[in-house]
């Protein structure tokens, strides 16, 4: 009986050790500064465009007359940017990021929609988390869009647009 439970012991161990290598030590991929990880995949500052997947896709694709085409987050919420800002740079904070939060990685998988061809990559801010760009641009939310597909801050102060592919 000793020796059953034994080897039923060390089969737990070897499955454990096993489970936990491949759930785990595989997916921490060496990062170096600059560097995010997200599941088996590295993803750098620099643009690095993933694999179209339609329904997971964090950038969306919608049309107004008043606007033509947009983006808009997977919530459907109307994605902005701040002509202030630098390419792979925000410079909106304090009281600009209190009305324009910015859309930050959730630990999303890069992918867009069908019809989105520019490319989405991250860029860190000053607090260490990281924003999602399009083309270079960082993306932001404006705080009065209630509803999806609302576009109350295009044109505002003649410097926050609607994010367009």
């Known amino acids: 009986m000793k020796k059953v439970l034994y080897v039923l012991a060390l089969v737990a161990v070897i499955l454990g050790g096993f489970y ?8 921490r991929l060496a990062a170096t500064p600059g560097e995010k990880e997200v ?19 964090i ?6 007359e008043e606007v ?4 808009t987050a997977k919530n459907g919420k109307t994605l902005y940017v701040f002509t202030s800002d630098s390419p792979h ?12 939060p910015p859309y930050l990685d959730g630990e999303f998988e890069l992918t867009t929609e069908e019809g989105i061809t520019g490319e989405i990559s991250l ?3 000053t607090d260490g988390s990281q924003q999602i760009t399009y083309n ?4 932001y939310f404006y705080i009065n869009d209630k509803n999806p597909g609302d576009i109350y801050g295009h044109q ?10």
């Open 123 to 125: 860029t860190e801010r």
């Open 59 to 64: 950038l969306r694709l919608r049309t107004k």
């Open 20 to 27: 936990l290598y491949h759930t785990l030590g595989a997916q």
């Open 89 to 100: 740079q925000s410079n909106c904070y304090k009281q600009c990021e209190r009305n324009w």
């Open 136 to 139: 270079g641009q960082p993306l």
């Open 156 to 165: 505002i102060n003649n410097i926050w647009f609607v994010a367009q592919p």
């Open 68 to 71: 033509g085409s947009f983006l």
């Open 39 to 57: 599941g088996q995949m590295k993803l750098t500052q620099s643009i690095q465009k993933k694999q179209v997947l339609v329904g997971t896709s």
